[in-house]
């Protein structure tokens, strides 16, 4: 069911580089927020992805943010006349599935990562990654596996948070938040299933979500930090990813994502301000300075934003409460 369009005010406009056919785009103004997706009593975590023209949007659904009954995965996709339709499902008996990531591979099948957690009386048994995959055409996603971590650090309270391919390899950071201390690990695959342990991050500050993103042959990560003063980190390694550096910055920043615009960082995540909750989208430097763009219609239980540029716009998934239910929200940003 789609929700009513909700218009927003417009940014100001960025018009450097206005008329110069090569000049980098900027994140011009809002264009709109729409809830496109509302079924569940409670509808989180998204991701998105365009392939072979199609706009995809993986989330979870559920009763509550946690516990109640075991969470499955929806995907979603965009229609010409504007509105959403089902192409899959995903769900595994006796498991809490929850926070899709969407990726292709280089193969180019469509691969969808979730977090698999078990619960018994509402206590946590065991946590660890799946991983399935689909055709693009069909979406018809195959059995549901957990991923196999290569490592004598494996334990069962292992979580990957994001798949990132760059030429042929995939690169993701699993976490480990019950560890002592908690650490989070830079892994890799080629087959999306079975990753090797490349390094552990030197993050302190119980780092867990990691978006991983590439300019040019560079490697950089956005963390999110649970511990400490718990403010993001943004990092960047050369090949062969073993020598980091990493700037805290002036946030701290849920859920975080981040796309490369004409060599400008787009941020969006959940933003933690006095009493609130709200997801933003922000640009950020390379000194690691955020500057504010776009406060989303959002509140409470949000974030977990997907984000993809195509064409002349920018859209970003995400889900908020501030209605009267938990529900997923595209945002649609027009580039100069």
């Given at each position: 069911?789609?929700?009513?369009?909700?218009?927003?005010?417009?940014?100001?406009?960025?018009?450097?580089?206005?008329?110069?056919?090569?000049?980098?785009?900027?994140v011009a103004q809002l264009e709109a927020v729409e809830c496109i997706w509302r079924e569940a009593p409670h509808s989180a975590f998204t991701d998105l992805l365009?392939?072979?023209?199609?706009?995809?949007?993986?989330?979870?659904?559920?009763?509550?943010?946690?516990?109640?009954?075991?969470?499955?995965?929806?995907?979603?996709?965009?229609?010409?006349?504007?509105?959403?339709?089902?192409?899959?499902?995903?769900?595994?008996?006796?498991?809490?599935?929850?926070?899709?990531?969407?990726?292709?591979?280089?193969?180019?099948?469509?691969?969808?990562?979730?977090?698999?957690?078990?619960?018994?009386?509402?206590?946590?048994?065991?946590?660890?990654?799946?991983?399935?995959?689909?055709?693009?055409?069909?979406?018809?996603?195959?059995?549901?596996?957990?991923?196999?971590?290569?490592?004598?650090?494996?334990?069962?309270?292992?979580?990957?948070?994001?798949?990132?391919?760059?030429?042929?390899?995939?690169?993701?950071?699993?976490?480990?938040?019950?560890?002592?201390?908690?650490?989070?690990?830079?892994?890799?695959?080629?087959?999306?299933?079975?990753?090797?342990?490349?390094?552990?991050?030197?993050?302190?500050?119980?780092?867990?979500?990691?978006?991983?993103?590439?300019?040019?042959?560079?490697?950089?990560?956005?963390?999110?930090?649970?511990?400490?003063?718990?403010?993001?980190?943004?990092?960047?390694?050369?090949?062969?990813?073993?020598?980091?550096?990493?700037?805290?910055?002036?946030?701290?920043?849920?859920?975080?994502?981040?796309?490369?615009?004409?060599?400008?960082?787009?941020?969006?995540?959940?933003?933690?301000?006095?009493?609130?909750?709200?997801?933003?989208?922000?640009?950020?430097?390379?000194?690691?300075?955020?500057?504010?763009?776009?406060?989303?219609?959002?509140?409470?239980?949000?974030?977990?934003p997907g984000m993809v540029i195509d064409d002349d716009r920018l859209l970003l998934s995400y889900y908020s409460s501030h209605e009267d239910r938990t529900a997923?929200?595209?945002?649609?940003?027009?580039?100069?």
């Amino acid at each position: 069911m789609k929700c009513p369009l909700l218009h927003v005010c417009l940014l100001a406009a960025v018009l450097t580089g206005f008329g110069c056919r090569n000049a980098p785009r900027h994140v011009a103004q809002l264009e709109a927020v729409e809830c496109i997706w509302r079924e569940a009593p409670h509808s989180a975590f998204t991701d998105l992805l365009r392939v072979d023209g199609r706009l995809l949007c993986a989330f979870r659904e559920g009763d509550a943010h946690v516990h109640g009954r075991d969470g499955t995965i929806r995907v979603i996709e965009r229609v010409p006349d504007g509105t959403w339709k089902p192409v899959a499902e995903l769900r595994e008996d006796g498991v809490d599935l929850r926070d899709p990531k969407l990726s292709i591979t280089p193969d180019g099948r469509v691969m969808l990562t979730c977090g698999g957690s078990v619960y018994v009386d509402r206590t946590l048994q065991s946590m660890a990654t799946r991983v399935a995959f689909a055709d693009p055409i069909t979406m018809d996603f195959k059995a549901i596996v957990p991923i196999v971590f290569d490592d004598p650090a494996a334990s069962d309270r292992d979580w990957l948070w994001r798949v990132t391919w760059h030429d042929g390899t995939g690169w993701g950071v699993l976490y480990q938040p019950f560890a002592d201390p908690p650490e989070a690990h830079l892994v890799s695959t080629v087959d999306g299933i079975h990753y090797r342990h490349a390094r552990t991050l030197p993050i302190d500050g119980a780092p867990n979500e990691v978006t991983l993103r590439f300019r040019g042959d560079t490697m950089h990560a956005l963390a999110r930090r649970g511990g400490g003063d718990r403010m993001a980190v943004f990092g960047r390694a050369a090949p062969p990813f073993t020598s980091w550096s990493f700037t805290t910055l002036d946030e701290r920043i849920g859920g975080p994502d981040f796309v490369d615009l004409d060599g400008t960082w787009i941020v969006s995540g959940r933003r933690y301000l006095p009493g609130e909750q709200r997801t933003f989208l922000a640009d950020l430097d390379d000194a690691g300075t955020l500057t504010t763009l776009a406060v989303l219609p959002s509140g409470g239980d949000t974030s977990y934003p997907g984000m993809v540029i195509d064409d002349d716009r920018l859209l970003l998934s995400y889900y908020s409460s501030h209605e009267d239910r938990t529900a997923i929200y595209l945002a649609t940003f027009i580039l100069d």
